[in-house]
């Protein structure tokens, strides 16, 4: 399939095909007189840059009703976006599980897998359990994998531009892995690493709890919080990457971690433990005294992470995913202590996404990569910093 950046003979026809390419993907089909209103270009212009789409591979005419042809005669030629002409991967690796997406270029699941691994995995075996769930999920869903044209990968930890995970303390032997070098031995196509909490954040965004702010905290919550945030609709990840990182904050002079937080016991909860700490919440539903004070300061720990988020960035809006989205009564103490720390309160919601928001936002990275290099008209894509 032909590029519409750097080969090209000109600089504007560059820009009219990212034009026309714009209003073509807008519709479901138009017409060349449609795509000439629509655009402000001459007809001319617009039929030598369809001409030029369809031999790229990105647009293709449009069968005619047949029904409509013997009523009517033969209608004015329509012409539509071929998103079916490449596909996008978003995958999550995560401590417990692997999940990925399938979409094409406009975005639509064409279908999901998801593949639970150990937390103790090292990073071999981890890697490995992506490769076959990425292959199953293709084989399945009949797609070839030279027709991928980007794959967006999230994980924990503080990943730098690269694609380099400099510190990922939740998974072993993540940190200073180059995961991007290493999953791009299996893709032809630019493979996007990102931090978990950071997706989710963009998943909200786009279709989720955020679609309708552009100053967003999303929360990862769990026993290793972390956030993402958005800032006037863009992805905010810090001068290295780290921005978020919430979980660091017991490090300021609050020693106790939230498995000490989280335990009925005199014994702090194995790292990671989801399932301990589902059973403690359990427990605390069913009005288990020692489980609801854990409980109680888990949440007041959270609250007061996320303030300090919100004090620096002041938000529109806070949406909390991760476990704790699951967790009855979690946004009325979150509202109400951010309301007594924080100058202007932010709005609060619970995902909408649940566990797929960080698989989601990996699509979307993806998805942004491909609209860039689509629409771009100097050459180039816009680097990652």
Same mark, same amino acid.
């Given at each position: 399939m032909g590029?519409?950046?750097?080969?090209?003979?000109?600089?504007?026809?560059?820009?009219?095909?990212?034009?026309?390419?714009?209003?073509?993907?807008?519709? =479901?089909?138009a017409t060349l007189t449609? &795509?000439?209103? *629509?655009?402000?270009?001459?007809?001319?212009?617009?039929?030598? /840059? /369809?001409?030029?789409? &369809?031999?790229?591979? $990105?647009? /293709?005419?449009?069968?005619?009703?047949? @029904?409509?042809?013997?009523?009517?005669?033969?209608?004015?030629?329509?012409?539509?976006?071929?998103a079916e002409a490449g596909h996008l991967l978003g995958v999550e690796i995560g401590a417990h599980r692997i999940a990925a997406l399938l979409a094409d270029l406009d975005g639509r699941i064409l279908g999901s897998i998801a593949k639970d691994v150990d937390e103790t995995a090292p990073a071999d075996e981890r890697l490995e359990r992506v490769r076959t769930a990425v292959a199953e999920l293709l084989r399945r869903a009949g797609v070839a994998r030279g027709s991928l044209r980007a794959v967006g990968v999230a994980t924990p930890g503080i990943v730098e531009a690269d694609?380099?995970?400099?510190?990922?303390?939740?998974l072993p032997e993540w940190t200073g892995l180059r995961l991007g070098e290493r999953l791009s031995r299996s893709f032809k196509c630019p493979v996007l690493v990102e931090n978990d909490a950071n997706a989710a954040a963009v998943a909200e965004h786009w279709k989720g709890a955020a679609t309708e702010s552009?100053?967003?905290?999303?929360?990862?919550?769990?026993l290793s919080p972390g956030a993402g945030s958005l800032i006037g609709g863009q992805l905010h990840r810090g001068f290295?990457?780290?921005?978020?990182?919430? %979980?660091?904050?017991?490090?300021? %002079?609050?020693?106790?971690?939230?498995?000490?937080?989280? @335990?009925?016991?005199d014994e702090p909860l194995r790292p990671l433990d989801e399932h301990a700490v589902a059973e403690v919440f359990a427990q605390a539903r069913e009005g288990d005294q020692q489980a609801?004070?854990? *409980? =109680?300061?888990?949440?007041?720990?959270?609250?007061?992470d996320v303030a300090a988020l919100v004090l620096a960035l002041d938000p529109e809006l806070v949406v909390v995913g991760g476990w704790a989205?699951?967790?009855?009564? *979690?946004?009325?103490?979150?509202?109400?202590?951010?309301?007594? $720390?924080?100058?202007?309160?932010?709005?609060?919601?619970?995902s909408?996404? %649940?566990?797929?928001?960080?698989?989601?936002? #990996?699509?979307?990275?993806?998805?942004?990569?491909?609209?860039?290099?689509?629409?771009?008209?100097?050459?180039?894509?816009? #680097?990652r910093r």
């Open positions: 590029q519409l950046t750097g080969g090209d003979p000109s600089l504007l026809r560059r820009i009219n095909s990212a034009v026309v390419l714009h209003a073509l993907r807008a519709t =479901d089909a449609e &795509i000439t209103r *629509v655009t402000g270009l001459s007809r001319p212009t617009v039929e030598g /840059v /369809v001409e030029g789409l &369809i031999e790229a591979g $990105y647009v /293709v005419e449009k069968a005619a009703d047949e @029904s409509v042809v013997r009523r009517q005669g033969r209608p004015a030629r329509r012409f539509r976006f071929r694609g380099t995970v400099r510190l990922g303390a939740a552009d100053d967003v905290v999303f929360v990862l919550a769990g290295g990457g780290a921005a978020g990182e919430i %979980g660091a904050l017991h490090l300021l %002079g609050r020693e106790v971690t939230p498995e000490t937080l989280l @335990s009925t016991t609801l004070a854990a *409980v =109680d300061r888990f949440i007041q720990r959270l609250v007061h989205a699951g967790l009855d009564g *979690v946004l009325e103490p979150l509202h109400r202590e951010l309301a007594r $720390y924080c100058l202007r309160p932010p709005d609060v919601a619970l909408l996404l %649940g566990e797929a928001a960080v698989a989601t936002g #990996a699509l979307r990275l993806a998805l942004d990569h491909v609209e860039e290099q689509l629409f771009a008209v100097e050459g180039t894509v816009t #680097a």
